[in-house]
């Protein structure tokens, strides 16, 4: 028989004796001045107040033009401005998705550095982009499709976006929160390149580096399809996200980068690749989920508005992940006996970067058949890499590079005009013929030429006023924690020679 402890009458409970409900309430109370529920009420219209003082302070910044719009402009207007900045955060947080999947898939003796170029570098990528970066992807044309520049920095005025809701238009975009969009992207394609060139690399040359590609090389090519005035856009050339314009680029850089510092030492002996485990597959699982939640911003965000459209979008990518997955996983069942996860983890990013080019263009069985492919063209370019003896430690450049080609290649094979129910085909298999594809091949070509011969350059110029972009093999084999950082991730244990 049990019995129930209560307290005695008319004695307060104390913390100790709340329950999980009561105790922020007994916590508050013994807090003097919070001690009666009149005081407890007006504490409550706190976060309404500051709610209020938000769009009073939004709404005289924006000047009188938020107050010319009616209530659905103005409802429209902060809903894609909102999704625009939920989906910002989105992309922002792969960041952590490609840390933790990078640092996961290297060896412990590196995981300091690996996570120190994550975070630093989108430091370095939204001031570059900041910067220059902005301004050469979305100046005005300087030479006509190719070059466009207007200023240093960019202009926050906020005005011309108000303009635009005024006259009943979607997607009317706050520069700001365009900006910081746009941004995240540039930070996205150089990260890709700290996974080609992990373990090996000096952190000053690599960061310097990450500067040039967000800040000129990525917003030059950007702005040829992004702009709107740009060669590849006059061309009908199709890339809703990135899948070239991001991932290809971030890839090409960093297969140069891998090229030029050779494999790590050990990784090939007598012609054959040597195993290199990573550290934690647990870690590097979780960052592939990451990312696979952040590219619901990478791809839904790129709507550039909150419409009918972005859940369209979100299943395609969805689809695209979930075929790369499980094309990926039988593969690697097939071909070594049994399921490997580091192919289960890049095949859910194949799929997702096969369709980010034309997640708008692409139906869900089309969707689904892209990731697939691209999660078997990922298990032979890894195997395609290290038979070419190009040490690719976390597989960036079959994801990114490989798939990025592929996503864009495979809109002119299967691809249809649009996301309405119906749409026309603009695919040779839909019935497009074939301009689609060799649109969409050309400029997958003309990425993949410009990546590869400006950071081949920025790489040559970085390694010679540097003397190179590799660590000695001292510091190589004792780990870059400790001769890049002067510490260790796992302190409490023994450092993997």
Known sequence: MTTALHSRPGRRKTLQEASLLEGPMLLLRSIRGFRTNQSLIWLATVPVALFGLSIFTFAAKAGPGLGDLTGPQAA????????????TILVIFMNAGFAMVEAGMCRSKNAVNILAKNLFV?????????????????????????FFFNQLFFDPDPSGALACAAEG?????????????????????????????????????????A???????????????????????????IDFAGSSIVHSVGGWAGLVGAMMLGPRIGKYVDGKAQAMPGHSMAIATLGALILWIGW??????????????????AVTTTLAAAGGAIAATVLSTLTSGKPDL??????????????TAGCGNMTFVGSWVAGAVGGIIVVFAVAALDAAEIDDPVGAFSVHGVCGVWGTVVIGLWGVEGMDPGAAGIGLFNGGGI????????GAGCYAVWTIVTCWIAWSIIGGLFG????????????????????????????AK
């Open 76 to 87: 429209s207007f902060l809903a894609d401005n909102l999704w625009l900045f939920i989906a």
């Open 122 to 146: 989108f430091a370095l990528a939204v001031t570059a982009y900041w910067f220059i970066g902005y301004s050469l992807m979305y100046g005005d044309s300087q030479v006509g499709g190719f």
């Open 169 to 209: 238009n979607t997607g009317c975009l706050v520069p700001s929160v365009d900006f910081l969009f746009q941004a995240a992207f540039a930070g996205t394609a150089a990260t890709i390149v700290s996974g080609l060139v992990a373990e090996r690399v000096k952190f000053g040359e690599f960061v310097i580096f």
């Open 211 to 237: 500067i040039v590609l967000s800040g000129i090389i990525y917003p030059i090519s950007g702005s040829w399809q992004w702009n709107g005035d740009g060669f590849l856009g006059g061309l009908g050339f």
């Open 296 to 313: 619901y911003g990478f791809n839904p965000g790129s709507e550039l508005a909150m419409d009918e459209y972005v859940a369209y979008v």
């Open 342 to 355: 580091t192919m289960i983890i890049n095949g859910i990013l194949a799929g997702l970067v096969s369709i």
């Open 435 to 442: 301009t689609q594809l060799l649109v969409q091949a050309f």
């Open 468 to 495: 190179g972009i590799r660590v000695s093999e001292e510091e190589e084999t004792q780990g870059l924690d400790i001769g890049e950082h002067g510490m260790e991730a796992y302190p409490d244990f023994a450092s």
